[in-house]
């Protein structure tokens, strides 16, 4: 079998959640498969600047083509094509004017895909949102396996994202609530799908005293991992610790471990370690009393699958529907919605070390059941398998003609996507996994093995 993995980035030291996820899967299907990534040559998600040399190059023993990106991201167009399309009616041209403004827009990958698509029998599409996933969905709709990593994000709600959510032969779910999102948004409960989120690379042993010497770290912590950013909640969070410390003589340190594009507030609290590498994050997560997660927008998270690993708890933002359903499902974590219930909530965990030795158990418990590379690598085969047993039975719609695009018949994006269920999905009897890694699919996507929960 031969697989391509198509993502918008791609290298060992890229970090980002959607392109180290895509280098995951491609590192432990290659055990199983030849497996091929067409990739750009953009490093920096914000730019999308050509900065890796075009041409065929190895990432851990991975095959790796990368295509020139034709443009980069001109920040200010994108903004203003983004409030056109999220806030106002608008056109199907529009939209895929906004998803070239986006970005990495890469022609070149595009006609390599189209030109050799039957060189593979499955392409695995990562972050539906970007433009080589939806192109590439349509060149290869017979092959196409999504990936889409979506968040509530008001670009779930584009229209021209429908037909891709039900053209493509198969989804790869991050979570229940994902996988909610998107049947409710694109009506495809007819294209098989299975959540099965991402596992991580592990180690089997640390060393939480080594950081806490490299780090000058005494006393207890929490932690923060990943973009310190405002859009990932971080602003809010400064916010809640600030008050939370104000009152008590001893507090603990909130650690950041992380790229800022937020400015870090001078506080004696407060304290940034800077980028890491995985050593450090796992030695220094693992020495943790939890970590906090103030996301509002989640597909999944993949620091907080690690801490559970790791036997810590989570502190997640209860505004988040992925991130409660996941502390639900696991009762592996707490959770806030506000200034006084994340105060109450740390003092808890603070003080309570029974409590967090349970949560931390149960959060073991939930990933080597759900997120362990077996359970991972299983799922991803047995979809494969599936498909390959049976024809395509459905067809991608094709595009409209050049006046209905031009008509502004596309509601608000935004506006559909707060019309969408939210929530938690409680009954997910299994989380995002299956009661055995043999779980079998039906045309509509439905587990004979289950009723409901992760696979439907």
Not at 289 to 306: H, Q
Not at 347 to 375: A, C, T
Not at 427 to 451: I, M, N, V, Y
Request: aromatic residues 10%.
């Amino acid at each position: 079998m031969k697989l391509a993995i198509v993502v918008q980035r791609y290298g060992a030291d890229i970090s980002g959640g959607a392109e180290l996820h895509a280098r995951y899967v491609a590192e432990h299907l290659a055990r199983h498969a030849d497996v091929r990534v067409l990739t750009t040559c953009a490093r920096d998600y914000l730019t999308w600047r050509n900065e890796f040399p075009p041409g065929t190059d190895q990432v851990n023993g991975i095959a790796v083509e990368r295509f020139p990106v034709v443009h980069e991201r001109n920040e200010r167009e994108f903004g203003l094509r983004s409030d056109h399309v999220f806030s106002r009616r608008h056109s199907l041209d529009d939209e895929l004017d906004w998803l070239t403004s986006e970005g990495p827009a890469s022609p070149a990958l595009l006609d390599r895909l189209a030109r050799h698509r039957e060189e593979f029998d499955y392409v695995l599409l990562f972050c539906a949102r970007y433009f080589h996933s939806y192109h590439g969905a349509r060149i290869a709709p017979d092959r196409a396996v999504l990936v889409p990593t979506a968040e509530r994000d008001p670009a779930l709600g584009l229209a021209m994202f429908g037909p891709i959510f039900r053209g493509v032969r198969a989804i790869m779910f991050n979570s229940p609530e994902e996988q909610q999102l998107i049947r409710a948004v694109a009506s495809n409960h007819h294209v098989p799908g299975v959540v099965v989120g991402i596992g991580s690379d592990v180690p089997a042993t640390v060393d939480p005293g080594r950081a806490r010497a490299k780090f000058a770290l005494t006393g207890s912590y929490v932690l923060y991992v990943g973009r310190i950013d405002a859009n990932k909640g971080c602003a809010e969070l400064f916010d809640f610790f600030a008050r939370y410390t104000a009152d008590r003589r001893d507090p603990p340190m909130l650690v950041l471990i992380g790229q800022p594009v937020l400015t870090i507030p001078n506080h004696p609290f407060i304290r940034h370690i800077g980028f890491v590498d995985d050593r450090d994050k796992f030695d220094v997560l693992a020495g943790a009393t939890a970590l906090v997660m103030p996301s509002y927008y989640e597909s999944l998270s993949m620091v907080a699958l690690e801490a559970w690993a790791l036997g810590r708890p989570v502190i997640a933002n209860a505004h988040c529907d992925v991130l409660l359903g996941q502390c639900l499902r696991s009762n592996a974590g707490l959770y806030y919605a506000n200034a006084e219930e994340f105060a109450a909530v740390l003092e808890r965990v603070r003080s309570d070390d029974v409590l967090v030795d349970r949560l931390g158990r149960n959060g073991r418990q939930f990933y080597d059941q759900h997120y362990s590379w077996p359970v991972i690598e299983r799922k991803y085969l047995d979809m494969f398998d599936f498909l390959s047993s049976r024809p395509a039975i459905h067809r991608m719609e094709r595009k409209p003609g050049w006046l209905a695009r031009k008509l502004r018949s596309c509601r608000a994006a935004a506006q559909i996507v707060d019309e969408l269920p939210s929530g938690p999905v409680i009954e997910a009897d299994h989380g995002p996994g299956s009661p055995s890694p043999a779980a079998r699919f039906d045309d509509r996507g439905a587990s004979l093995t289950q009723k409901r929960g992760a696979l439907a």
